[in-house]
């Protein structure tokens, strides 16, 4: 057994407790929190089990991280604390652990990513033998293993074109969806996420990987945006009012370009209620999904939809996260301390796991 610690409590933390409790090759040694009022209760509560699993929260990464873990799930946030989250990942990966995390949007294309971050994390690996992989799943499996396994299905490929089209007013994260995404804002903010070349910062990465993979160059990677105004007030469920005129839908993509042609798409279409924008494209079921279409000959389409905690669809999406880290774990304790991307880490069948409920 493989002993895990889960870092971190959020969305993305609660999803690996119950990960790494269900998976057969792994034991949840620890769950650090940063919440001083989360230290003391069991992992089972925090992890939403309706169960204990008798491991209670600390807040003592120290202490923590001197056990040495084999392995870590980082599920803190990276978005608006990159350089505090990179060096929480140095600190397990010097202890020895392999790290699995969604966190470092610029290390899911390791290969691609500024020397300066780059070399950092493999001082940490040079200095305490442990590993760290990269992933999600938009950016993340959504864009990288699923497309390029659909695009063997073709004859002729014209466009591998990746969505995730979305409701976010099921996404229980009210900063990222209100200031970074903009949503409720007026139509002259500009918010970070939409900013020219985040997008690119962001979803990047992923082209360079479909790129390698297909064996094709890229000639640039470009950006579209598109942003459209509520034309009445909407009330949500989770973040509650969002007033007429602020912007209630957006639509982006980030294109790589072969031989002047956008040919590999990443493309996001956004709403905080169905009313808005109405014309886009929507998910089959009007809350969220993940496409994957492959333009030519024959077309294909693939729709995912993911759901947990209660039928909640972004919950679903950060499951299916996890399950693709968690699921690497045991693989990357197999192989050699280093820095890893998606086509290095296989995804693998569910083994051990078919019909198998905990305890």
Known sequence: MIPTVVWGTGNVGRAAIRAVEAHPALTLAAVLVHDPAKAGRDAGELGGLGRPLGVAA??????????????????????????????????????????????????????????????????????????LFVSGVDPGWGNDVLPLLVSGLGTEVDVIRC???????????????????????????????????????????????????????????????????????????TMGAFAAGTQGAVRFE???????????????????????????????????????????????EVTVEASDEGENRSAGGNATAVGRLVSAIDWLVDAKPGLYDALDVPLRPAVGRLGRRPA
Do not use: K
């Open 58 to 131: 600390t807040d003592d990464i120290a202490a923590v991280l001197a056990t040495r873990p084999r392995a870590v799930v980082y599920a803190a946030s990276g978005d608006i604390r990159p350089d505090d989250a990179l060096a929480d990942i140095g600190r397990a990966i010097r202890a020895g652990a392999v790290v699995v995390t969604p966190s470092l949007y610029p290390l899911y294309d390791q290969r691609n990513a500024p020397p300066e971050l780059r070399d950092t994390v493999l001082a940490a690996v040079a200095e305490g033998g442990g590993s």
């Open 163 to 237: 969505q995730e089209i979305f409701d976010y007013s099921t996404y229980e994260q009210e900063d990222s969806v209100r200031h970074l995404i903009g949503m409720g804002h007026p139509m002259d903010y500009q918010p970070l996420m939409l900013a020219e070349s985040v997008p690119t910062m962001v979803w990047g990465g992923q082209i360079r990987l479909m790129a390698r993979a297909l064996g094709v160059e890229l000639d640039e990677i470009r950006e579209t945006l598109d942003r459209r105004a509520l034309e009445t007030a909407v009330t949500t469920r």
């Open 254 to 300: 980030v294109q790589g370009i072969v031989g002047g042609e956008p040919r590999i798409v990443i493309e996001h279409i956004t709403r905080i209620h169905a009313s808005c924008a109405p014309d886009w494209p929507s998910p089959p079921d009007g809350v969220g999904a993940h496409r994957v279409v492959i333009e030519g000959r024959p077309r294909i």
